[in-house]
């Protein structure tokens, strides 16, 4: 698999983490522990932004959960995936 490819996946993992991921918490915080306290969805992502410009943790995790979970799937792969000899 190439170089490129992996990349590929690594970018996919971050668009999904930058764009859908932080609005199916703010659903899901909204749906089991009620509405956001400081108010609606644009609320929360800019919160959200504001927290990964100031470097908190929380916000960094979840920005880099899917990227990471990515990278350490495309590396087990390509580890243990077994390779067909084309002869």
């Given at each position: 698999?190439?170089?490129?490819?992996?990349?590929?996946?690594?970018?996919?993992?971050?668009?999904?983490?930058?764009?859908?991921?932080?609005?199916l918490?703010?659903?899901?915080?909204?749906?089991?522990?009620?509405?956001?306290?400081?108010?609606?969805?644009?609320?929360?992502?800019?919160?959200?932004?504001?927290?990964?410009?100031?470097?908190?943790?929380?916000?960094?995790?979840?920005?880099?959960?899917?990227?990471?979970?990515?990278?350490?799937?495309?590396?087990?792969?390509?580890?243990?995936?077994?390779?067909?000899?084309r002869?």
């Amino acid at each position: 698999m190439s170089f490129r490819r992996h990349v590929g996946w690594l970018v996919a993992a971050a668009v999904f983490a930058v764009a859908v991921l932080p609005v199916l918490v703010y659903y899901t915080g909204a749906a089991t522990l009620g509405p956001y306290s400081r108010g609606g969805l644009q609320q929360f992502l800019g919160d959200f932004l504001a927290d990964l410009a100031g470097l908190r943790p929380a916000a960094w995790l979840l920005l880099l959960g899917p990227v990471v979970l990515v990278a350490a799937w495309r590396v087990l792969v390509a580890l243990l995936w077994p390779r067909v000899s084309r002869g």
